[in-house]
């Protein structure tokens, strides 16, 4: 098994070098991250493609989060990086540009004594005829959810989605 690295950053986004995936987890290395919204008409309002991350990952297992997010490789640029994690976690192809919207600088305590302290790049595109074949090892349910019932459940049921993703949300529709 290949040894996953992340990027680790300044507050600013400079590459400071590079460090195992978990180990910068366990210490909560300040390191670049990317998430992924896809979004499509849904007649009456705009519908996000959303994920409930399974049970099996290294943390936030089985709470609801955006349609993919994980870390840039060494050289790959945050689209890149967002449409190969599209195919792995959703088995989503034909994506073929991603926007990169917005970033920010969050830290949380997670499940598993891990810190998440990433840069997080939104990544964002309209994608309204797409075919999904999630990864059961990534994720155990998805579903297209309206922005307006998307948004009650936040405020209604804030613990069964992931830390990050609140921010990713008002990101997107502050530069939609």
């Known amino acids: 098994m290949i040894e996953e690295q992340v ?7 400079r590459e400071l070098g590079v460090e195992e995936k978990m180990q910068a987890h366990r ?4 390191h670049l991250a990317f998430s992924v919204l896809l979004y499509r008409d849904g007649g009456n309002e705009r519908e996000f493609l959303m994920q409930q ?3 099996g990952k290294y943390h936030s297992g089985g709470l609801w989060t955006n349609t993919c997010c994980s870390h840039p490789r060494l050289g790959e640029s945050m689209s890149q990086a967002g449409i190969r994690r599209l195919g792995e976690e959703m088995g989503i192809v034909g994506i073929h540009e991603l926007s990169d ?3 920010f600088v969050y830290h949380a305590e997670l499940d598993n004594d891990l810190v998440e302290h990433e840069l997080d790049h939104v990544l964002v595109a309209e994608a309204s005829d797409i ?6 090892e990534e994720v155990m349910a998805y579903r297209w959810w309206a922005q307006s019932e998307l948004q009650a ?6 613990e069964c989605f992931t ?3 609140p921010q990713v949300l ?3 529709l502050a530069n939609a």
């Open 7 to 13: 990027i680790l950053v300044d507050p600013q986004g």
């Open 27 to 30: 210490d909560g290395a300040l």
């Open 53 to 55: 991350r399974a049970l």
């Open 101 to 103: 919207v917005a970033n």
């Open 131 to 136: 075919a999904i074949t999630a990864n059961p």
């Open 153 to 158: 459940a936040l405020e209604q049921e804030p």
């Open 163 to 165: 830390a990050w993703f």
């Open 170 to 172: 008002a990101l997107t």
